[in-house]
């Protein structure tokens, strides 16, 4: 991350104190480095959204071995809701969106590995 960190400020910075470039240069440098940078940041954020899949499954698989069995529907449900407010409570998001996180999360990490 710290590489792609440098490459932005690198695009961001691209032209600054650079006296033998002149406006007209910087000017036509500029929408290119912003498309890099944009670029790289969709890069950055589809790395951490792998992630917070990779931990959301992790944390539900660590929570269901350590939770005593479900003696019935209710507790298993009890279960999956304590979990789902955990994660919600982390990423500070509805406890919808982190039960969709950790489906999905589950769905990806089981479907490959």
């Not at 406006?23 to 589809?46: H, I, K, Q, T």
């Not at 792998?50 to 698989?61: I, Q």
């Not at 999956?80 to 999905?104: N, P, Q």
């Amino acid at each position: 991350m710290e590489a792609s960190l440098a490459a932005m400020a690198a695009f961001a910075g691209r032209g600054a104190g650079n006296v033998a470039s002149t406006g007209a240069d910087l000017l036509r440098d500029e929408p290119d480095a912003c498309l890099n940078g944009m670029a790289e940041v969709g890069r950055m954020e589809a790395r951490l959204a792998a992630l917070k899949v990779h931990f959301a499954a992790g944390y539900a698989r660590a929570a269901a071995a350590m939770a005593a069995p479900a003696v019935s529907p209710h507790e298993r449900t009890a279960q999956e809701m304590a979990v789902t407010a955990e994660v919600a409570c982390v990423l500070t998001v509805s406890e919808r969106s982190a039960a969709a996180l950790l489906a999905e999360s589950a769905t990806l990490t089981t479907g490959f590995s």
